[in-house]
T-cell receptor, first 112, second 115 residues
């Protein structure tokens, strides 16, 4: 049972490059989330999707876009990467009516 | 704007000691307060959670104490072990928001339990 799978695990980008972080869950969860984790800042919500076909901004959405491709997949796109987006990115999912969120292993992104 | 404030930022405890991590929240609409544990290189995982209708919840060596009037809650780890060394996050959520409810996290506490 894979749970929440994120790809890639590591990525180095140059300033101005674009990339998409992929997330897939196999638990049939309705809600999916993207967080970024920075030292001293905790986990900050970037975007979330309450169900297939819907997305909403979180606390720090600027510089990011998301796509809820289907119930399983929720991708995060950086159109023009900036050094301030250097972070560890976590995808999470949660089932309908459930309280526990399940996290992926994270993507460590460095923008130089 | 930090809706959930967590302290301390780091904590060193001797094996067998008690680890205490504190959190405070502002939004009285929050009605679910989980703690997540994160080991290096891994994603956070749910450790224990509490609803505001109780003042304490215990699971093994882990206890949440909740003070609704003060809008504070804390995690106590009894008989701390080196295997407990990890980053701990408190969080808050409004379950009445249904599918759109979000988990708001604190800034995290890095716990090191020395043998």
């Amino acid at each position: 049972n894979a749970g929440v799978t994120q790809t890639p695990k590591f990525q180095v980008l140059k300033t101005g490059q674009s990339m998409t972080l992929q997330c897939a869950q196999d638990m049939n969860h309705n809600s999916m989330y993207w967080y970024r984790q920075d030292p001293g800042m905790g986990l900050r919500l970037i975007y979330y999707s309450a169900s297939e076909g819907t997305t909403d901004k979180g606390e720090v959405p600027n510089g990011y876009n998301v796509s809820r491709l289907n119930k399983r997949e929720f991708s995060l796109r950086l159109e023009s990467a900036a050094p301030s987006q250097t972070s560890v990115y976590f995808c999470a999912s949660r089932g309908q009516g459930k309280v526990e969120a399940f996290f992926g292993q994270g993507t460590r992104l460095t923008v130089v | 704007q930090q809706q959930v404030k967590q302290s301390p930022q780091s904590l060193i405890v001797q094996k067998g000691g008690i680890s205490i991590i504190n959190c405070a929240y502002e939004n009285t609409a929050f009605d679910y307060f989980p703690w997540y544990q994160q080991f290096p290189g891994k994603g956070p995982a749910l450790l224990i959670a509490i609803r505001p209708d109780v003042s304490e919840k215990k699971e093994g060596r882990f206890t949440i104490s909740f003070n609704k009037s003060a809008k504070q809650f804390s995690l106590h780890i009894m008989d701390s072990q080196p295997g407990d060394s990890a980053t701990y996050f408190c969080a808050a959520s409004n379950l009445r928001g249904g599918a759109t409810n979000k988990l708001i996290f604190g800034t995290g506490t890095l716990l090191a339990v020395q043998p």
